[in-house]
């Protein structure tokens, strides 16, 4: 009869450290499914902003124009006309204008170019205190349908290095 009870206390551990490996089974997955949601919409997020800027923005400085792209010194004013050629409206521009000695960037929170469209646009910049214009760097901002604000489209900037006076 003692043979019996012996065989008892075993069954019940295996059976416990089976029932323990399982509730943490269940804790981890239950964590990692939170996780991994958390994640997707992340990623989900970031791909469509990717994919928006890369397949439907074309930013163009309009060519053939006098004054589409110079700086005016008397007015310290960088002078650009900007075409939207994409599939969608431009919520934005973020312009950087490196120079020689320093690098400025401004936020044209309201330069909204509709598709085909054609906008003017100026920023300030000394040419004295910043020194000779090395490159402007135009990245405009697309309103998404998932987060419904202005981001940058930083991937697909416009860079332009041929500035002129203006005349």
Not at 22 to 31: F, I, K, R, T
Request: charged letters at 20%.
């Amino acid at each position: 009869m003692r043979i019996g009870k012996k065989a008892v206390s075993p069954l019940i551990a295996t059976v416990l450290l089976i029932a323990f490996a399982v509730a943490l089974g269940a804790v981890v997955m239950n964590w990692g499914r939170s996780y991994v949601e958390t994640t997707a919409e992340y990623a989900e997020r970031g791909s469509d902003i990717q994919i928006l800027c890369s397949r439907d923005i074309n930013l163009k400085v309009v060519d053939g124009v006098e004054n589409s792209l110079c700086y005016n010194d008397t007015e310290k004013q960088i002078n650009f006309m900007l075409e939207n050629a994409g599939t969608i409206d431009i919520e934005g521009l973020q312009v950087t204008v490196i120079g020689a000695s320093d690098i400025n960037t401004t936020d044209l929170d309201n330069a909204t170019i509709e598709i085909g469209h054609i906008k003017r646009f100026n920023v300030n910049y000394n040419n004295d205190t910043m020194g000779e214009i090395l490159e402007i760097k135009f990245v405009p901002m697309i309103e998404t349908t998932t987060t419904k604000t202005s981001v940058p489209c930083a991937n697909s900037p416009l860079r332009k290095t041929d500035i002129t006076e203006c005349e």
